[in-house]
């Protein structure tokens, strides 16, 4: 198993199974806030393929082994979340244009998603956010997410960072995996409208350096 920085030529070939990994980590909560599990993958497909936006593959590495995808991880500067977000804005108009995202549908996205917002407590700008993490199901149980955490770990050290933000569906079995890897919550959300449409409490995790 290596660890690789996602390409041009990686989204070509694992776009799909990239879509299904980011969207493995919190079904619920993407399919409220993107409406639809179609709109998630389009928008989402749309930001994989272009840098800077909060998708977008230049911050994403990938876990291959024998010429298979085992799994990524999707992380920045705690700035970046915001500013990748906003830049999310640029692949809207194609999709808009195209017809493949009514206008309607994306008024309502823009409603769920600050709806959606409070249950992401601010990061600081001295971390290292990992914005998703997850293994291909049937790879795990073979120590790949330990790997790309630890990998995700290393990075920001390295770059001075002072610690490890993260957050995780309460009902994700992965909670249990980040408290064995040393991450602590900090903060438990509910937010009202998301939590009545099915979306569950979010956890912020964390561990210092």
């Known amino acids: 198993m290596e660890f690789v920085q996602a390409t041009e030529k990686h989204v070509a070939s694992y776009a799909e199974q990239i879509i299904d990994l980011i969207h493995s980590t919190g079904q619920a909560a993407f399919d409220y806030q993107f409406v639809s599990r179609d709109f998630f993958d389009l928008i989402v497909g749309a930001s994989l393929a272009a840098p800077g936006t909060l998708f977008g593959y230049d911050k994403i590495t990938l876990a291959m082994g024998a010429g298979r995808l085992l799994g990524m991880e999707a992380g920045f500067a705690g700035p970046g979340f915001l500013l990748r977000k906003k830049a999310m804005a640029s692949v809207y108009p194609e999709l808009i244009e195209s017809?493949?995202?009514?206008?309607?549908?994306?008024?309502?996205?823009?409603t769920r998603g600050y709806q959606c917002g409070y249950l992401n407590p601010s990061i600081p700008k001295n971390v290292y956010y990992v914005l998703t993490l997850a293994v291909d199901a049937q790879s795990r149980g073979k120590k790949i997410g330990a790997g790309l955490l630890s990998n995700a770990m290393d990075k920001a050290k390295a770059a001075g960072y002072r610690g490890l933000h993260l957050d995780v569906?309460?009902?994700?079995?992965?909670?249990?995996?980040?408290?064995?890897?040393?991450?602590?919550?900090?903060?438990?959300?509910?937010?009202?409208?998301?939590?009545?449409?099915?979306?569950?409490?979010?956890?912020?995790?964390?561990?210092?350096?």
């Open 169 to 209: 569906f309460a009902d994700n079995p992965a909670v249990g995996f980040y408290k064995a890897m040393g991450l602590a919550c900090l903060v438990e959300t509910l937010a009202p409208a998301p939590s009545q449409n099915g979306v569950p409490k979010g956890l912020r995790m964390a561990m210092d350096f």
């Open 99 to 110: 017809g493949a995202l009514p206008r309607d549908v994306l008024g309502e996205m823009g």
